[in-house]
C-alpha cells in the first residue's frame, strides 16, 4: 500500500469515524505496526481513542451493579461499561475476537456512536476477524508486504480535517449512486 493511500485512509476515518465504522488493520507485530498504530494515537479524533481488551466481557462493555459499592452503601450502584462514551476503540489480537464480541461490537457499530481499529495478526488462514465486525469497517490497510513506514508523514493537515467536518453535513449522494456503490460492492463480494 503506498503512503498516499495510507494518508488518505486516515483522513477519511479522521474526519468521521464512527460513519466510517473503522479500519481493519491486518499486520504482524513489529517496527512497521507499531509506527502506523502510533500514527493512529496522533489522529486528531473527535473522540476519545481507548484500547479495549480482547477478553473484554458484557459488564465492562455495558456497564452493570457495582458489588462492592452496592455493598457498601447499602443500596443499588451502578457502573459505567466502555459503550456509555463514543470512542474510537483499538483491539488488538482481533483475530482471536470470539464470536459473542464480535457480534457485540457490530451491534455498537451499528449505532454509529463508535468506530473500532481491529489490529489483526492473524498468522494463519483460519485466523481471522470476525465477519460481523469486518463487514461494518470501511476502511482496511493490509501492511504485510509494506517495508517502511513514515508515521508522521502520514498526519493528515488538522485544519483540512475540520474544513471536511464542517462540510460534511452538506454532503448528499443521488440515490442512483448509493444504489451504483452497493451494487458495485455486491459484486466486489
Known amino acids: 500500500m503506498d503512503h498516499e493511500r495510507l494518508k488518505s485512509a486516515l483522513a477519511v476515518l479522521t474526519v468521521d469515524p464512527a460513519a466510517v465504522g473503522g479500519l481493519w488493520l491486518r499486520s504482524r507485530a513489529g517496527p512497521i505496526r507499531l509506527a502506523f498504530t502510533d500514527t493512529l494515537a496522533k489522529l486528531p ?12 466481557d458484557d459488564g465492562a462493555l455495558y456497564g452493570g451493579l457495582d458489588v462492592a459499592e452496592t455493598l457498601h452503601s447499602g443500596k443499588p450502584v451502578l457502573k459505567g461499561g466502555l459503550l456509555d462514551r463514543p ?38 488462514p483460519d485466523e481471522a476477524l470476525p465477519h460481523a465486525v469486518a463487514d461494518r469497517l470501511g476502511l482496511f490497510v493490509d501492511l504485510s508486504e509494506v517495508r517502511a513506514i513514515d508515521g508522521p508523514g502520514l498526519l ?3 485544519a483540512q480535517i475540520e474544513r471536511a467536518r464542517a462540510l460534511l453535513p452538506q454532503v448528499q449522494m443521488p440515490a442512483e449512486r448509493v444504489r451504483g456503490s452497493v451494487e458495485g460492492g455486491r459484486q466486489l463480494g
Open 87 to 124: 470512542s474510537v476503540f483499538i483491539l488488538p489480537m482481533a483475530e482471536r475476537c470470539t464470536a459473542k464480541l464480535g457480534a457485540r461490537l457490530a451491534q455498537a457499530l451499528d449505532l454509529r456512536q463508535h468506530a473500532l481499529i481491529a489490529l489483526d495478526e492473524a498468522a494463519e
Open 156 to 158: 493528515p493537515d488538522t
Open 45 to 56: 479524533f473527535p473522540m476519545a481513542l481507548r484500547r479495549l481488551p480482547p477478553n473484554v
